[in-house]
Nanobody, 123 residues
Framework: VQLQASGGGLVQAGGSLRLSCAAS????????MGWFRRAPGKEREFVAA????????NYAESVKGRFTISRDNAKNTVYLQMHSLKPEDTALYYC?????????????????WGQGTQVTVSS
């Protein structure tokens, strides 16, 4: 499946953004979907994941209560709503898809990746 992330940008601390991940080539209803991010000079880290039906989600501790992952299988799109953004949320955000997933927080479980969308939070 091909993934195209969008919605990033520059926002002040405390602001909000909504990222979208549009899929093509296959229906994402068969896929577990996740968001990861990579800050400058840091390793890629897990942000959030959602199961095929959307009824189960996982979040990194650092974003719990501020970020919400959701999906619209009819639109073949996954979203990441981000509120109360902090400068430490600045990173390149990637969406990823996994057909078979036993550990949603592990990047090795994901087969397909989008190109990333930049989120920059100013203080």
């Amino acid at each position: 499946v091909q993934l195209q992330a969008s919605g990033g940008g520059l926002v002040q601390a405390g602001g909000s953004l909504r990222l979208s991940c549009a899929a093509s080539g296959r229906f994402i209803s068969s896929y577990y979907m996740g968001w990861f991010r990579r800050a400058p000079g840091k390793e890629r880290e897990f942000v959030a994941a959602i199961n095929r039906g959307g009824g189960s989600t996982n979040y990194a501790e650092s974003v719990k209560g501020r970020f919400t992952i959701s999906r619209d299988n009819a639109k073949n799109t996954v979203y990441l709503q981000m509120h109360s953004l902090k400068p430490e949320d600045t990173a390149l955000y990637y969406c990823a898809a996994s057909l078979f997933n036993t550990n949603p927080k592990a990047s090795r479980e994901y087969d397909d990746w989008g190109q990333g969308t930049q989120v920059t939070v100013s203080s």
